[in-house]
């Protein structure tokens, strides 16, 4: 996999080694369609991404319409010659002085990454699509630190994406495509009509989990059956796993069996504002999983039994209550084969 960010320090190396007076350093990152190039400004070392859009340019209606922010520029040139190209018409991605590097850079590895994997869609798609994932990014505020509460469920949603990934080794990893939890989804996991609610617990003690609104347990035509996996959560600072570590495993699994679906699932935490390299502590040392079956007879409340105004009910289950709902764990993973077989 390119590594933009060491290209970029390369060519920056490169260029205060040299005596001469260069106004771009140019280099090819991919040799394959779309061939792309990082290049540098000599003068503000400002990054710049060249991508190549062939011999035929693109209308003004889609360079206009790609995704831009402050601190971004985009322009279509042509060169004779580039390179080994000749009478291309060239995409430029280029940093203005306002934006921050280490994100620019971020910004352009996810692009290059798409591009080079993500043959399934045009060009002007790809591009469209990470430059409008990162300008929503901007507008929610950038990255953000995970309230604790937030981190936990995190961990557990991961953690049970782990568990997933070792049950059935070597296949694709499409557990990711059904995860809806970081989409802001009713149900965090869902396949066909089956929903896989998370939930963690981390007092010592409690068996009590928070269900988040009168919809999120109920059963409809879309989705018919929901379990409930809850993850006892035990906080450490000498032992356990850290949601860093957790989350880098997890992407090490998914990137070894698919590069594609590796971008979703990268996707996916950057639409939560997450960072890994901050989530170092708290270790966690997972206790127990237990699973329960949501269904008729379950303690809940559902928008039917509320009384006429009110609404967005928060509220707590005991589940020393809830015995005769316990199912094997095992029994979610039927749901969840890659083979779509039960």
């Given at each position: ?42 003068g ?10 062939g011999?035929?340019p ?9 995704p ?107 557990i ?8 802001k ?17 981390s ?29 006892f ?53 997972v ?49 969840f ?6």
């Open positions: 996999m390119v590594d933009v960010k060491t290209e970029f320090e390369q060519m920056i190396g490169e260029l205060k080694d040299q005596s001469n007076d260069e106004f771009y350093k140019l280099n090819v990152l991919t040799d394959e369609a779309p061939i792309i190039f990082a290049g540098i400004d000599a503000n070392l400002n990054r710049m991404l060249y991508i190549d859009l011999q035929s693109w209308e003004d209606e889609q360079l206009n319409a790609l831009k922010w402050r601190g971004l520029s985009i322009k279509m040139e042509y060169f004779e010659k580039i390179f080994s190209l000749k009478n291309r018409h060239v995409l430029i991605i280029r940093q203005e002085d306002e934006q921050n590097t280490e994100i620019f850079d971020s910004v352009l590895q996810n692009l290059v990454d798409h591009l080079m994997n993500n043959k399934e869609d045009s060009l002007f798609s790809n591009i469209f699509t990470v430059l409008d994932r990162w300008r929503t990014f901007f507008q929610r505020g950038g990255f953000r630190k995970l309230s604790d509460e937030q981190q936990r469920g995190l961990f557990g949603e991961l953690w049970f994406i782990n568990e997933w990934l070792d049950k059935f080794p070597g296949q694709p990893p499409l990711i495509e059904q995860w809806y939890g970081p989409t989804g009713r149900i965090d996991f869902k396949s066909n009509k089956f929903g896989l609610e998370i939930k963690t617990v007092e010592k003690l409690s068996k009590s989990i928070k269900i988040s609104n009168e919809d999120q347990l109920k059963l409809s035509e879309a989705i018919s059956t929901i379990y409930l996996y809850v993850c959560l035990e906080q450490s600072k000498t032992h356990g796993m850290s949601l860093q570590d957790l989350a880098v495993q997890v992407k090490e699994k998914i990137a070894k069996r698919s590069e594609r679906i590796a971008l979703i699932y990268n996707d996916f935490l950057m639409d939560l504002g997450f960072r890994e390299e901050e989530y170092a502590e708290p270790l966690y040392f206790e127990n999983i237990e699973v329960y079956e949501a269904g008729a007879g379950f303690p809940r409340l559902l928008k039917k039994d509320l009384p006429r105004g009110i609404s967005h009910v928060t509220y707590n289950i005991d589940l020393t209550h809830c015995s005769e709902f316990e199912r094997d764990k095992e029994t979610i993973f039927q749901y084969r890659v083979d779509g077989e039960k």
